[in-house]
Every structure is written in C-alpha cells, then in structure tokens.
T-cell receptor, first 116, second 113 residues
Framework: GAVVSQHPSWVICKSGTSVKIECRSL??????MFWYRQFPKQSLMLMAT?????????EQGVEKDKFLINHASLTLSTLTVTSAHPEDSSFYIC????????????FGPGTRLTVT | GQNIDQPTEMTATEGAIVQINCTYQ??????LFWYQQHAGEAPTFLSY????GLEEKGRFSSFLSRSKGYSYLLLKELQMKDSASYLC??????????????FGAGTRLAVHP
C-alpha cells in the first residue's frame, strides 16, 4: 500500500525559533499533499493543500507567512513553522493524495511539536 | 457551512457489536470516509461510501444514507485493540483538481474486557 513518512516524529523548540517538518511519499508520486493540525481530543483541521511546483492553498484563518509550505518534488512536501509560539504546539499530520482507488488520502505518522 | 457530528465517547465490551453514528450537513458531498486513529498516531483508512447502502469489510461495515445525511460504522466481534478514535470525514466535490476532506471531531471508543 501507499506509505507516507514524516520527519521528525516529535520536536521541541523554543519560542521564536523555526522548525521544519518533512512529509514524504515513499512508494508513489504525490502531486497533492495536505497538511493538517490536530489539537488534543479534537479533529483534524486542514491547514493547507500543497501542490507540486506551485504555491500552496491555505485554509481560511491559516497564516501563510507563518506556516511556509514547499512542495519541491513529487515525493516531498515541507511545512516550516516560523517564529513558533507555545500555541503552535500541536500534532501536525500530512497526507498524500493517491490517484488509484477511491482517491482517499494516505496519512503520515504525524509530528508532535512542542514549543516552550 | 460544514457540520459533521459524532458522539464524543462510547464504551463497549470485548466480543460485542458497536455502532458509531455520524450525521453531516455540508455544502457538497462526494463520498464519506471512516478512519481509525490510535492516540498519537496517524489515521488509517477503514471504509468508503459514495452510494447509499452498506459496505462490508471483515469485522467492519459502513452504511450511508445521502438523503438523511447519515452514516454509521459497525464494528463486530470487538477486540481490545479496537479501542481508538473513529473519525467520520466527508469529501467535498473537486475544486482546483482535488477533493478536500472535512473531518468530524471523532468518537473515542473504549473496549473493556
């Protein structure tokens, strides 16, 4: 099946610093990847849609200058949280769109970000 | 607006059957997904419905009624490992060449011996 990886699996950073999260499709090419954020006991909230070779599409209320997304290749998308604040602490999950089957999304294992 | 409702928590006994309901009111509809998510892990795909009726897949079945904006996930022969959150997600019609998923808040299922 389609496998999506994320790196790192968890990260702790200080307020004001930036952290980069990578999302890779390991055995397929993904022209579209999605970035979600999930707070404890809440659902996944779509942050942005990442398209290879073009600018990401951000959901309403998500600051594009704070959450930088780059989809430089068909197997890699990165999310950079800039000038991190404690309220950015969350579980960040990426998914990749698979063209075969009912077009469901395959999810990465998630990255736990803690900002101190 | 988009609204997807699921019960927050459910408990059940090992070996029993449990039904998790999901109602939705969305501006568009292009399929409904159920995902399982263990704490601290990514969601894993369980089932997909786009037409009315029941889809069976081993111990899991999912039902959809588009006219009622209603779906349920049925889990049979419950096992302890089924303790997890179950997420209902509605797929929007394509826009910009792709479909977005709108997730419900999830139902945390606890299976007891």
């Amino acid at each position: 099946g389609a496998v999506v990886s994320q790196h790192p699996s968890w990260v702790i950073c200080k307020s004001g610093t930036s952290v980069k999260i990578e999302c890779r499709s390991l055995d397929f090419q993904a022209t579209t990847m999605f970035w979600y954020r999930q707070f404890p006991k809440q659902s996944l909230m779509l942050m942005a849609t990442s398209n290879e070779g073009s600018k990401a599409t951000y959901e309403q209320g998500v600051e594009k200058d704070k959450f930088l997304i780059n989809h430089a290749s068909l197997t890699l998308s990165t999310l950079t949280v800039t000038s991190a604040h404690p309220e950015d602490s969350s579980f960040y999950i990426c998914s990749a769109r698979v063209l075969a089957g009912p077009f469901e999304q395959y999810f990465g294992p998630g990255t736990r970000l803690t900002v101190t | 607006g988009q609204n997807i409702d699921q019960p927050t928590e459910m408990t059940a006994t090992e070996g029993a059957i449990v039904q998790i309901n999901c109602t939705y009111q969305t501006s568009g509809f292009n399929g409904l997904f159920w995902y399982q998510q263990h704490a601290g892990e990514a969601p894993t795909f369980l089932s997909y419905n786009v037409l009315d009726g029941l889809e069976e897949k081993g111990r899991f079945s999912s039902f959809l009624s588009r006219s009622k904006g209603y779906s349920y996930l049925l889990l049979k022969e419950l096992q302890m490992k089924d303790s997890a959150s179950y997420l209902c997600a509605v797929r929007e019609p394509p826009s910009g060449g792709y479909n977005k998923l709108i997730f419900g808040a999830g139902t945390r299922l606890a299976v007891h011996p």
